[in-house]
Antibody, heavy 128, light 110 residues
């Protein structure tokens, strides 16, 4: 059973770079059926898609964060990583990683667009 | 890419049905049949409930159903139960391998 677990520093100073990792167990992140996403949730607020990385290695980022975000995988460690630069207080949130799934229909497939399973999330506070 | 619009809250009594709407544009909800829904209990990670507008992953009760008309998707929960009280989020494919979430709806079971 696929399981994901986020980790990283709980406190980051303004203007610095937030770095998180997502450890995947239960399958290889290199599997052709797996794509991955990062989603965040500010305290008391809704979900916001940060970006996704696909089996091909290509990425897609939320336009509002694109200039500051990098997502990449480390296949040797079965990890997905997130870097968010120049953080501000508004980046304070619970950060989730999730498998980004797609559906296969009669020889065709949808673009990856749904998320399951999710990690338990890791809280990052941006403060000096 | 603006967040999809959901009502902030809905409520219903046990046994009743409730519907949560999710309104987007022709560039997301209206343009693709790739809407998913998530249930989130306090302090927990979101749970995958519906995909491709109306399909249920295994293990999700058939009391949960999804539909779409134009730029608005809907999640209907029938036979409301106390454990359905949670926040619900919609998510739509928005082209170019991007997605957008709704603002979330708090469901209260009276």
């Amino acid at each position: 059973q696929l399981q994901l677990q986020e980790s990283g520093p709980g406190l980051v100073k303004p203007s610095e770079t937030l770095s998180l990792t997502c450890s995947v167990s239960g399958d290889s992140i290199s599997s052709r059926t797996h794509h991955w996403g990062w989603i965040r949730q500010p305290p008391g607020k809704g979900l916001e898609w940060i970006g996704s990385i696909f089996h091909s290695g290509s990425t897609s980022y939320n336009p509002s964060l694109k200039s500051r975000v990098t997502i990449y995988v480390d296949t040797s460690k079965n990890l997905i990583s997130l870097k968010l630069s120049s953080v501000i207080a508004a980046d304070t949130a619970l950060y989730y990683c999730a498998r980004c799934g797609q559906t296969y229909y009669y020889g065709s497939q949808t673009p990856p667009n749904w998320f399951d399973p999710w990690g338990q999330g890791t809280l990052v506070i941006v403060s000096s | 890419q603006s967040a999809l619009t959901q009502p902030r809250s809905v409520s219903g009594s046990p046994g009743q049905s409730v519907t949560i709407s999710c309104t987007g544009t022709a560039s997301d909800v209206g343009g693709y049949n790739y809407v998913s829904w998530y249930q989130q209990h306090p302090g927990k990670a979101p749970k995958f409930m519906i995909y491709d507008v109306s399909k249920r992953p295994s293990g999700v009760p058939d009391r949960f159903s999804g539909s779409k008309s134009g730029n608005t998707a809907s999640l209907t929960i029938s036979g409301l139960q106390a454990e359905d009280e949670a926040d619900y989020y919609c998510c739509s494919y928005a082209g170019r391998y991007s997605v957008v979430f709704g603002g979330g709806t708090k469901l209260t079971v009276l």
